[in-house]
């Protein structure tokens, strides 16, 4: 994910079965290729503090229980505006994982689940609903800044004097506490660096914050909605902010060092704390409210995305969960397809189901379709019917 300068070859999709028309992703009966260039390999040589090659895991811990309500406000983008307070949907919650260090050398990734908060910080946290957090940490340059972010990030959010009033400062408020807190701390490896995507609900409220090149996408009754900006150093918004910075970009890489333009860590970028920097820590927030619509969100970090597009893994995630109902091997499933897609990273997904039941089926009703015929062309028809 983070610097470096190998390229992997072509890869063919094998079982993906989608395509893209007039920059609309589309499905199709269960065949196509789908080619990508210009994935870049990482190769670190620090092991992790652990050689787990494979972790999973599952919570299905059911907080509300969902009622039946017909949701007729939707705008054209699928999301429902945050104004809205009319529906009485509550989100069960339901989260698996999978974790794989693919072909690289180690494991660099981190992640957490957690289904209901109230149980994981207790009554003396002054959370007032029910509530969920996911997060997906992507090291480079060594396992130290992932392992501390991921195990730190969700005290700095609740212990911000904005918690629980305004969720979207804490957590911005908390990204930043956390990378300042990882550079203060002289037993750790400051010169390492991570992604950071978290997901915060609250009731039927959805708070995506990240900062790197991970991704969040929501699963609308078969749509993909992208919660969440890839943050590379080309995009438009980012590269002006790097030069703005006094930042240069080489072939896609800030200052020819890193693949991403924001992350936690990797202080050896970044000078004195609290000065502006082209390597930021702030994240960019989406929120919007949870309709009976939104039927899961898969998060992953760029071992994924590099290799499957989000529609391609919402169709794909929402077919396996038809069939079995299961997050956890759902997201298994996702990393399999990823590995047989050649990913060359390490490979993090969650997949957060927000009801008890699976996606039901879509029903298409087949449209009339219109002929006409011109007066010139009836004439041409006429005449070859007459002889």
């Excluded at 502006?276 to 760029?302: H, K, N, V, W, Y």
């Excluded at 893994?313 to 396996?320: D, H, I, S, Y």
């Amino acid at each position: 994910m983070a610097a470096g300068t190998d390229f992997s070859p072509l890869f063919t999709d094998v079982e993906g079965g989608y395509r893209k028309d007039n920059g609309q992703i589309s499905v199709v009966k269960d065949e196509i290729t789908e080619n990508i260039d210009d994935l870049k390999q990482t190769l670190n040589s620090k092991p992790p503090r652990h050689l787990s090659v494979v972790r999973h895991s599952i919570s299905t811990t059911p907080l509300i229980s969902p009622t039946d309500v017909v949701d007729s406000d939707l705008g054209e983008s699928g999301i429902k505006p945050l104004s809205d307070t009319k529906s009485s949907f509550q989100p069960v919650f339901r989260s698996g994982s999978c974790a794989e260090k693919g072909p690289k050398q180690y494991m660099e990734d981190e992640h957490i689940c957690i289904d209901n908060l109230h149980q994981h910080l207790g009554e003396t946290a002054g959370f007032p609903s029910p509530g969920a957090f996911y997060g997906v940490f992507d090291g480079h340059g060594g396992t130290d800044a992932a392992w501390f972010i991921s195990n730190n990030i969700l005290n700095f959010i609740v212990e911000d004097s904005f918690f629980p009033v305004c969720l979207e400062k804490a957590i911005k408020s908390a990204f930043l506490k956390a990378d300042y807190a990882f550079a203060d701390n002289s037993s750790l490896d400051i010169s390492s660096g991570t992604t950071a995507l978290t997901a915060f609900i609250s009731g039927r409220t959805l708070i995506v914050a990240n900062a790197g090149d991970c991704r969040a996408v929501l699963g609308k009754r078969g749509k993909a909605i992208e919660m969440s900006i890839d943050h590379k150093p080309n995009y438009t918004s980012e590269r002006l902010r790097i030069e703005k910075l006094g930042g240069v970009i080489y072939d896609g890489y800030l200052n020819g060092q890193l693949s991403v333009s924001r992350a936690l860590g990797d202080w050896h970028m970044k000078g004195r704390k609290g000065a502006a920097s082209p390597l930021s820590a702030e994240p960019e927030l989406q929120e919007m409210l949870l309709t009976e619509d939104d039927e899961f969100l898969i998060m992953g970090c760029d071992g994924l995305w590099e290799v499957m597009s989000s529609q391609c893994a919402v169709t794909m995630a929402r077919r396996e969960l038809m069939l079995h109902n299961d997050p956890e091997r759902c997201s298994r499933e996702l990393v399999r397809e990823a590995l047989k897609r050649n990913t060359c990273d390490n490979l993090t997904v969650i997949v957060i189901c927000f009801a008890p039941d699976p996606p039901p089926r879509i029903e298409v009703v087949p449209g009339r379709v219109k002929r006409s015929i011109s007066a010139e062309g009836l004439n041409l028809l006429k005449g070859a019917l007459e002889g």
